[in-house]
C-alpha cells in the first residue's frame, strides 16, 4: 500500500516537473536562438529558462509584512494582480487592443505613428530585455520611500528617514538640492514624462511615464538625434540621461491601474498615483511622503511659494479625490504607510 503510494507520488511529482518545464519552454522558447537541438542545446536552454525563471518569479520577501501577502484585505485582493508587468520589455510590448485604444485617446495625439515601429526602434535604443525592477536581490526586504511632490514636505524633515529606504521614487519636476533636509538626497528611480522632465544625476533610472506614441518617440530622439523638441509644448530635445538608464512604464499597468485601482474615475491616472500603484509592484514595503495637502489645505508642491498652486486639480484630467481615497485605504490596511508632513 504504502509503496504503492510512493510510487503515485513520484508519478505526480515527475509529472508536475514536467507541465512546469513544458509550459515554461513554451513561454520563453520565443526569446531562445533555436538554430540545432543538441543534447547540448537542450542543456543550456533549460538552465537558461531556469535562471530566467528564478529571476521573473516574485522575489522572495523577507520583511515581517510584505505588502503583497493575500487575505488580509478583500478589497486588496480584488484590486492587485501581481501578473500585471510594471515595464515595457521587448517580450512584453504587445498591446491588447482594447488596451490600446484606451492608452491612444488620453492625449488625443492627432498623428499618432505606428506603434509597433515605434517599439522596434525604441528597444534599439533603451534595453529592452530585462525587467531590472523585478529581478532577484540579495536583498530580501526591499523598503521603499514613494516622495510626491505636496508643500506637506516642508519644514517636515523627513530627508534621512527617506533616505534610509533601498529605493526613492520621485517624479516629475521634483528636486532636491536645497531641500535635502526635508526631502532627502538619494534617489533610485524618476518618473517622468517628456512635458515634465528634468535632468538626473548619473546614478538615477529614469521611468519614462509614456501618455502618447509621440513620448516614446521622444525618448528616442532625446537620446540620440535630437529632432523632437515640441509636443504639445516645448520639451528638450536632448537629454544627458544615459539610455541604459532609461525604464518604461507599461501602458497596459496604466489602464490596470485606471480600471482596477481607480475604477474608472478621471480621464486618466495621475503620476502620482501611478507611482504609488508601481510600488506596490516592486516594493516590499511602501512610505509615502509628500502626498495630499498640507495642514492648511494647500496644494502647492514643496519648491514653491505659491499656495494657489494646484489648479491641476480642477482640470477633470485626474480625480484627486478618488485617488487620495485609495492611498487612504491603502494606509488603512497597513499596506502602506503615509507621512503626512505639516
Ligand atoms: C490579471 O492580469 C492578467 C494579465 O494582464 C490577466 O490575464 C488576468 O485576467 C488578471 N486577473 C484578474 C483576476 O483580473
Ligand atoms: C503590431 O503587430 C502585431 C503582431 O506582431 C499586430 O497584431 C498588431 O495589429 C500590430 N499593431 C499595429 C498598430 O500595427
Ligand atoms: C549616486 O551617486 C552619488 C554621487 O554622485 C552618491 O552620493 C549616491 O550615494 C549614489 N546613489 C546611489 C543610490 O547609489
Not at 520611500?145 to 520621485?170: C, K, M, P, T, W
Amino acid at each position: 500500500m504504502a509503496a504503492i503510494r510512493r510510487r503515485t507520488l513520484k508519478v505526480l511529482t515527475l509529472l508536475v516537473l514536467f507541465i512546469f518545464l513544458t509550459s515554461f519552454l513554451l513561454n520563453y522558447s520565443h526569446n531562445a536562438v533555436t538554430t540545432s537541438w543538441f543534447p547540448k542545446q537542450i542543456v543550456i536552454e533549460l538552465s537558461e529558462n531556469f535562471k530566467k525563471l528564478m529571476t521573473y518569479s516574485h522575489r522572495p520577501c523577507t520583511c515581517a509584512r510584505c505588502l503583497s501577502q493575500r487575505g488580509v484585505s478583500p478589497w486588496f485582493d480584488e484590486r492587485f494582480n501581481w501578473s500585471v508587468q510594471p515595464l515595457l520589455t521587448a517580450q512584453n510590448a504587445l498591446l491588447e487592443d482594447s488596451t490600446y485604444s484606451w492608452w491612444l485617446k488620453l492625449q488625443r495625439e492627432k498623428r499618432p505613428s505606428d506603434l509597433n515601429d515605434t517599439l522596434k526602434m525604441l528597444f534599439r535604443v533603451v534595453p529592452g530585455n530585462v525587467d531590472p525592477l523585478l529581478q532577484k536581490k540579495s536583498q530580501g526586504c526591499r523598503r521603499c520611500a514613494v516622495v510626491g511632490n505636496s508643500g506637506n514636505l516642508r519644514g517636515s524633515e523627513y530627508g534621512s528617514q527617506i533616505d534610509g529606504h533601498d529605493f526613492v521614487l520621485r517624479m516629475n519636476k521634483a528636486p532636491t538640492a536645497g531641500f535635502e533636509v526635508d526631502v532627502g538626497s538619494k534617489t533610485t528611480h524618476h518618473l517622468m514624462y517628456p512635458e515634465s522632465f528634468r535632468e538626473l544625476a548619473h546614478n538615477v533610472s529614469m521611468v519614462l511615464v509614456p501618455f502618447k506614441i509621440l513620448d516614446l518617440e521622444w525618448v528616442v530622439s532625446a537620446t540620440t538625434t535630437g529632432t523632437i523638441s515640441h509636443t504639445y509644448v516645448p520639451v528638450p530635445a536632448k537629454i544627458k540621461v544615459k539610455k541604459d538608464q532609461i525604464l518604461i512604464y507599461h501602458p497596459a499597468f496604466m489602464k490596470y491601474v485606471f480600471d482596477s485601482w481607480l475604477q474608472g474615475h478621471g480621464r486618466y491616472p495621475s503620476t502620482g498615483i501611478l507611482s504609488v500603484i508601481f510600488s506596490l509592484h516592486v516594493c516590499d514595503e511602501v512610505d509615502l511622503y509628500g502626498f495630499g495637502a498640507d495642514s492648511k489645505g494647500n496644494w502647492h508642491h514643496y519648491w514653491e511659494n505659491n499656495p494657489s498652486a494646484g489648479a491641476f486639480r480642477k482640470t477633470g484630467v485626474h480625480d484627486g479625490d478618488f485617488e487620495s481615497l485609495v492611498t487612504a485605504t491603502l494606509a488603512s490596511i497597513d499596506k502602506v504607510r503615509i507621512f503626512k508632513g505639516r
